[in-house]
């Protein structure tokens, strides 16, 4: 890749950033990613995806993804260094792949970059995570993320997985409901709200270790 390339790349993403303080991205690279894999591999694909403002996922929901996604996220800058180190152990002694990612990470992932593992990937996704966070408060970062993320095959966001899993709006969400959808994200394409009980448990004991 060209320098050229590089620069046009990140002045793509910093443009795409500011636009985004105050603009619902109507697209992701990872919902095109998965429309495009779908029509190579002649799969059936649909999208449910309706964007929603923050105050209109109800607070357990909030809290319940925040726990199991990234339980840091209102203290750290982007990065959880220690789950980080400790990802880092268990790859090297057992080969295990435990994600460690904030939610900056996975919206820089889930925005401008695609769901394929690589450390070029990676790399990339450290370099936008600072330039989210001085571009965008905190309350934006969340609601992109919770708006944008998948939840299963085509769905993406809060409300399309309330509707989906519970047919009601995400501002209706109770705690329960919140952890059963939350226990989804790290396999979203495998996974069913409910199925993990035990994950479910560790999710409400850090909801409590917060404060929620």
């Known amino acids: 890749m060209s320098l050229l390339a590089v620069g046009a790349f990140y002045v793509c993403v ?3 950033l500011v636009l985004l303080r105050w603009i619902d991205p109507p697209t992701t690279a990872v919902q095109i990613e ?7 591999n002649d799969l059936p694909y649909s999208k449910r995806y309706h964007f929603v403002p923050l105050a209109e996922i109800s607070l357990p929901f909030q809290h319940a993804v ?3 996604e990234d339980a840091g996220f209102y ?3 982007g990065f ?5 180190g400790h990802a880092i152990d268990e790859d090297l002694t057992d080969g295990r792949h435990l994600g460690a990612s904030t939610i900056e990470q996975q919206l820089a992932r889930n925005l401008f970059l ?8 990676k790399a990339i996704e450290f370099s936008i995570v600072p330039l989210m966070e001085v571009l965008l408060p905190k309350h ?4 992109l993320y919770l708006n944008v993320i998948e939840w299963g095959p085509g769905i993406y966001g809060a409300e399309a997985a309330s509707r989906t899993f519970f047919h009601m709006p995400a501002s209706r969400i109770t705690r329960e409901q919140g952890i059963a959808l939350a226990e989804v994200l790290p396999s979203p394409i495998h996974r069913k709200p409910g199925r993990l009980p035990a994950y479910g448990t560790r ?4 909801m409590r270790e917060l404060g929620w």
């Open 14 to 16: 910093t443009a795409g």
């Open 34 to 40: 998965r429309r495009v894999h779908a029509r190579l």
């Open 66 to 68: 925040i726990a199991a």
């Open 75 to 77: 203290q750290n800058h």
């Open 80 to 84: 959880a260094w220690r789950d980080m």
């Open 114 to 121: 695609s769901t394929q593992r690589s450390l070029l990937r």
């Open 140 to 143: 934006r970062i969340l609601e």
């Open 203 to 206: 999710i409400q004991e850090r």
